[in-house]
């Protein structure tokens, strides 16, 4: 029997080209175990099941696109080719994309990453930024064409008319938005008088919010030195995004309704702006005068009249201004709550009416009708107008 001899290299470089044109483009499940982030940018790790295991390497063009940061313990399903490493005749898995194994593995996800920031101090409070009791420049990133938008822009147009909106669309769902949303963030928070930002989108599925649990999302929002909202999905629906933004509203509704001011809200803050600005002065006022009645009572002992004159021209002086910059001040304050009133009873009802329109209302129950559908065919209704009241029937 003739013998065949081959060389260690030319056997392991035969084997590879073997293994490389046998099993290429195949997907292998498994759990992670030993995973290394090398400075090259290459990801080593390892899957494995109850009876084997398979070393793996994501080269550093494939994991540029990686959109999750993967953790000893996950669940994943790899793509890519079975290789061997010719140096050290090393069996290997080369990887070139990465998926999370099922709705388990999401949410082993969003718990690995949770307690990871959470050690890291990015949900604490003390570094939460406060938002402005009354800001007047806010900037909504979101999807341009989504339902949270227009809710948010509802209610401040309701609350706040006043309120200057900069909104900066952005994907909210899918690859590279959360890098979308990162950049937006970023983009506005570099805008002049920027009070706060609302992030945010309307309720889906975990892996619809997966946006809002990225890591770079978090380490953007926690960055930022504008005050952040986040607002994505339903109440029940909880996000990284959340634990890490300086306010969170449990819908994006809740956030328009956070950042507005209604007109009682703008009339009990300015009258109690009035009333301490009263109270300073007049405690102030108090303190120079016993201050200078006590200078003038040890003045007297020694009868320095003309000093004793000088001191109460001031004193006069001084309280003559006191009482002119405070009439001043409230003059202002005056002036710039009629401003906002006289807005918001611009678009009150009453004035609706009084330029031509009309609310329909329901004849039965006296709601409002905002849709046709409301009514049947032949129902009869109300027609609210500025000079009376109109009978009606729907009649198709």
């Not at 195949?26 to 990801?43: F, R």
């Not at 809002?212 to 607002?231: H, M, T």
């Amino acid at each position: 029997m003739e013998r065949t001899l081959y060389s260690v290299s030319d056997l392991v470089s035969k084997t590879r080209a073997l293994l490389e044109l046998s099993f290429k483009h195949i997907y292998v499940e498994g759990e992670v175990s030993n995973v290394h982030y090398h400075t090259s940018g290459h990801l080593y790790f390892v899957v494995k099941d109850s009876l084997s295991e398979l070393k793996c390497v994501m080269f550093k063009n494939a994991n540029s696109n990686l959109r999750f940061r993967i953790e000893n313990g996950m669940r994943l399903v790899c793509f890519g080719s079975l290789s061997m490493f010719e140096q050290r005749g090393q069996l290997q898995f080369a990887t070139k994309r990465i998926e999370l194994s099922g709705i388990g593995a999401l949410h082993q996800a969003f718990e690995t990453l949770k307690i990871k920031l959470l050690n890291e101090g990015l949900f604490s409070n003390e570094h939460k930024l406060k938002i402005k009791k009354i800001p007047k420049k806010i900037g909504i990133i979101t999807s341009g064409e989504g339902a949270a938008l227009k809710d948010i822009l509802h209610v401040l147009k309701r609350r706040s008319p006043f309120l200057e909106v900069v909104i900066r669309p952005a994907r909210v769902q899918g690859e590279y938005a959360a890098e979308d949303i990162s950049n937006g963030i970023i983009e506005v928070s570099k805008l002049d008088s920027i009070d706060a930002i609302i992030i945010g989108r309307g309720g889906g599925s975990i892996e619809d919010l997966w946006a809002f649990n990225e890591e770079a999302l978090a380490k953007v929002i926690f960055n930022c030195s504008v005050p952040i909202i986040s607002a994505v999905g339903h109440e029940t629906d909880f996000t990284i995004s959340d634990f890490v933004s300086d306010v969170r509203a449990a819908t994006p509704t809740e956030a328009a309704e956070i950042i507005s001011s209604s007109r009682d809200e703008l009339m009990a803050y300015i009258l109690s702006f009035q009333e301490k600005l009263i109270n300073y002065v007049n405690s102030h006022n108090n303190a120079k005068k016993i201050e200078i009645n006590n200078m003038l009572n040890r003045l007297m002992l020694s009868q320095p009249s003309n000093v004793i004159k000088s001191k109460q021209a001031s004193l006069d002086a001084f309280y003559s201004f006191l009482v002119n910059h405070i009439n001043e001040l409230i003059e202002l304050k005056k002036i710039r709550f009629l401003g906002i009133t006289n807005q918001l009873q611009s678009i009150g009802p009453e004035n609706v009416l009084r330029r031509g329109y009309s609310i329909a209302v329901n004849k039965k129950t006296k709601k409002i009708i905002r849709i046709a559908s409301e009514l049947l065919i032949n129902e009869e209704f109300i027609l609210k107008t500025s000079n009376g009241n109109l009978e009606a029937k729907k009649i198709k």
